[in-house]
Structure formats: structure tokens, C-alpha cells
T-cell receptor, first 114, second 112 residues
Framework: GESVGLHLPTLSVQEGDNSIINCAYS??????FIWYKQESGKGPQFIID?????DKRQGQRVTVLLNKTVKHLSLQIAATQPGDSAVYFC?????????????FGGGTRLMVKP | DGGITQSPKYLFRKEGQNVTLSCEQN?????MYWYRQDPGQGLRLIYY???????QKGDIAEGYSVSREKKESFPLTVTSAQKNPTAFYLC???????????FGSGTRLTVV
């Protein structure tokens, strides 16, 4: 997971505010990106994904933005709630003959203050 | 419902013992993976298998072994050669191709 990194290891936000978690990737050949949420003591859960032919994708309260020019990925969470407190991982996949191999970032801890 | 199951949730091992962590999936996924996670850290790849009866070492395979005799199962053995085995172990599976992984709920291994 060395090619995917995060700018902020910990992000603290007020309940109700919007959160933005950033991720930089270095492999320009990557064409599929995913955000995972991991709560304490649990396995990572899929949040949202985006393929390289898109620059934005929206889910319920979450939006992923992809900027291929600067190799940057971000996760936006609207109206952040206490239940959003977790560690968030980005992951990238380069579609090659090595099979389905995701490269994970180091993670950002999101802390929501009541 | 389809899913991926890891057992046990907690496991205690005496020094010098081998232990085996179970991972079973009924998602009909071809690929399976084992990751290690230390407190406050990211995921490190131990072993992966893209197809039955075949597996490859990941970044930190030393002290671990796996088998893939069935599509549904990918057990991980933590051997006595692993000097620092206390960690949270995550199993995942995926379809072949450009897809995300489905993770299990993890096994927390502690050496006592």
C-alpha cells in the first residue's frame, strides 16, 4: 500500500458539519478507487467507489471526487454524525494481469465532536 | 445471505504454538486475501489467492502459511516462526477483475 497515502491522519469535526478526507495516489495507471470505513474492532466496510472514467460519484450523504490530473481522491461526508466516527481508508486498483489487487492507504481517523 | 466469516473472533496463543485462523465465504468469489493490522495502523498483505490451489506471498508472509483447497475457504496458520503475532487479522474476498473486496469481521490474536 505504499503508492496510496493520506494527507491527514486524524480529522476532528463538529457534528453536523461536512467532512472531507483526502487521499493521494501515485499510480497513474490505477483505474478503480474505493473508500472503506472501519469502526473499532470491526472489518472495513465498503462506502463508495469510482472508476477512472468518472470524476464524481454520489451516495447517501457521501460523495467521492477523483482528480486524475493531480492523482487525488477525496471523500466528502455531509452533515457528519457521531456514527461516522471511524477510520477511513482509500484504495486503488490497477487493472493488470496480476489479478485483483487493491493498494490501501494508511487511513484517516475521523472524530466527530457532539 | 452471502458473506465472509472469520473465526474465532478472539484467539489466544502460547509462545511456540501454531494457530489457525478460519476464513469462509459463500459469495462465490475466486480471490481471497489475508491482512494484518496493528493498532492505529493500516493493512498489510500477508498472503493472497486468486484461484483454488494457488496462492502468493504478500508483503509480510514470513511466519505465516496458507492453503486454498476449496474456493470457499482460505485458512491462515500463524506459526511459531512469527515473532510478533499479536495483531488483528482480516480476511477478504473478491471477484476476479477490477472490483472491491468484501472483508470479514476480523480475528484478534493475542500471544500470552
Amino acid at each position: 500500500g505504499e503508492s496510496v497515502g493520506l494527507h491527514l491522519p486524524t480529522l476532528s469535526v463538529q457534528e453536523g458539519d461536512n467532512s472531507i478526507i483526502n487521499c493521494a495516489y501515485s499510480n497513474s495507471a490505477s483505474d478503480y478507487f474505493i473508500w472503506y470505513k472501519q469502526e473499532s474492532g470491526k472489518g472495513p466496510q465498503f462506502i463508495i467507489d469510482i472508476r477512472s472514467n468518472m470524476d464524481k460519484r454520489q451516495g447517501q450523504r457521501v460523495t467521492v471526487l477523483l482528480n486524475k490530473t493531480v492523482k487525488h481522491l477525496s471523500l466528502q461526508i455531509a452533515a457528519t454524525q457521531p456514527g461516522d466516527s471511524a477510520v477511513y481508508f482509500c484504495a486503488e486498483n490497477m487493472n493488470n494481469n496480476a489479478g485483483n489487487m487493491l493498494t490501501f492507504g494508511g487511513g484517516t481517523r475521523l472524530m466527530v465532536k457532539p | 445471505d452471502g458473506g465472509i466469516t472469520q473465526s474465532p473472533k478472539y484467539l489466544f496463543r502460547k509462545e511456540g504454538q501454531n494457530v489457525t485462523l478460519s476464513c469462509e465465504q459463500n459469495l462465490n468469489h475466486d480471490a481471497m486475501y489475508w491482512y494484518r493490522q496493528d493498532p492505529g495502523q493500516g493493512l498489510r498483505l500477508i498472503y493472497y489467492s486468486q484461484i483454488v490451489n494457488d496462492f502468493q506471498k504478500g508483503d509480510i508472509a514470513e511466519g505465516y502459511s496458507v492453503s486454498r483447497e476449496k474456493k470457499e475457504s482460505f485458512p491462515l496458520t500463524v506459526t511459531s516462526a512469527q515473532k510478533n503475532p499479536t495483531a488483528f487479522y482480516l480476511c477478504a474476498s473478491s471477484l476476479t477483475g477490477n472490483y472491491g473486496y468484501t472483508f470479514g469481521s476480523g480475528t484478534r490474536l493475542t500471544v500470552v
